[in-house]
């Protein structure tokens, strides 16, 4: 599925099954929620947190997808082609940071 793709299939999703998008000021406070449950799981998983036994039955990729579907809901909300937007970005990456990370002796020791 492209990012195109997602965006058309959650505005139908919406528009249908959810009825209608939740206001842009909801959807930001849900985005926030849902990247929280993402960290809650990286910081038990993989920092030095332990899991608590309602935790047990998490699922990464589906926090995640979680947090694409809320970000894509904004997207379609306030108008924005996350493929555009996602092609700039790249290229503003890359010609920012095009030595940027060589010459980072943190990351090359």
């Keep these: 599925m492209t990012i195109n793709e997602a ?6 999703w919406i528009n249908t099954t959810g009825v209608r998008y939740f206001n842009e000021l909801t959807n930001t406070a849900i985005l926030m929620e849902e990247v929280g449950e993402v960290a809650r799981i990286m910081a038990r998983k993989y920092g030095e947190q332990s899991f608590k036994k309602s935790d047990e039955d998490v699922n990464l990729a589906d926090e995640m997808a979680d947090v694409m579907f809320v970000l894509i809901c904004l997207a379609n909300q306030t108008g ?4 555009a937007a996602f092609e700039k970005n790249l290229e503003k990456k890359s010609i920012r940071d095009a030595n940027r990370h060589k010459d980072n002796k943190k990351l090359n020791p």
């Design 7 to 12: 965006q058309e299939t959650v505005d139908q």
């Design 80 to 83: 924005i082609n996350l493929t």
